[in-house]
């Protein structure tokens, strides 16, 4: 069956240490994965995907196949990452669906 | 508007009774997903749309809870007989379904609070 997991509900870390928020998925097709993120009081949007290869808020992720994981990174964390962030992945049955994992909540400490 | 709305944004409903929470997505977007989200946990899946049909209502947590979604747009998320535990923030999302890479786009939740 097609999952994601997130391993760590809470992640608490100082200001300007870096942070790894882990995620390992479970899929036998080629995995389209995402990470989204919740700040306070907003709703949740898509902070990166891997296919872009990209840096946002300087954060990466990527994508380890043989290890099953999409764990995000970000060297030097700042308070204002504090939030809620999902992995996700996206898989076509019938129709593309997104499966979230359950989130894992970091906290950034001054 | 361009994005996701939902509606009521906050719900006070009477333990027993019936509620509907309904979300109108972003046009054009084919594929709908309705999600909770109880308070301090992660995102919970209840159904997914691919147009009209629910190809996937594995997250239904009771059959007090339905879905429908008309004209491959609006969709109403129908709670019968609440009980306290359905107290949550219910997100809608909407997402293009035939193309590769796209994200799912959130509306910002209906709260849920059943006394």
């Known amino acids: 069956a097609q999952r994601v997991t997130q391993p760590e509900k809470l992640l608490s870390v100082f200001k300007g240490a870096p942070v790894e928020l882990k995620c390992n998925y479970s899929y036998s097709g080629s995995p389209e994965l995402f990470w989204y993120v919740q700040y306070s009081r907003q709703r949740l949007q898509l902070l990166l995907r891997?296919?872009s290869r990209e840096s946002i808020k300087g954060f990466t992720a990527d994508l380890n196949k043989g290890e099953t994981s999409f764990h995000l990174k970000k060297p030097f964390a700042q308070e204002e990452d504090s939030a809620m962030y999902y992995c996700a992945l996206r898989r076509y049955t019938g129709g593309f669906k997104t499966i979230f994992g359950a989130g894992t909540r970091l906290f950034v400490k001054a | 508007g361009a994005g996701v709305s939902q509606s009521p944004s906050n719900k006070v409903t009477e333990k027993g009774k019936d509620v509907e929470l309904r979300c109108d997505p972003i046009s054009g977007h084919t594929a709908l997903y309705w999600y909770r989200q109880s308070l301090g946990q992660g995102l919970e899946f209840l159904i997914y749309?691919?147009?009209?049909?629910?190809?996937?209502k594995s997250g239904l947590p009771s059959d007090r809870f339905s879905a429908e979604r008309t004209g491959g747009s609006v969709s109403t998320l129908t709670i019968q007989r609440t009980q306290q535990e359905d107290s949550a923030v219910y997100l809608c999302?909407?997402?293009?379904?035939?193309?590769?890479?796209?994200?799912?786009?959130f509306g910002q939740g209906t709260r849920l609070t059943v006394v």
């Open positions: 999302a909407s997402s293009l379904s035939g193309t590769e890479n796209t994200e799912a786009f």
């Open positions: 749309f691919q147009g009209n049909s629910a190809p996937d």
């Open positions: 891997h296919i």
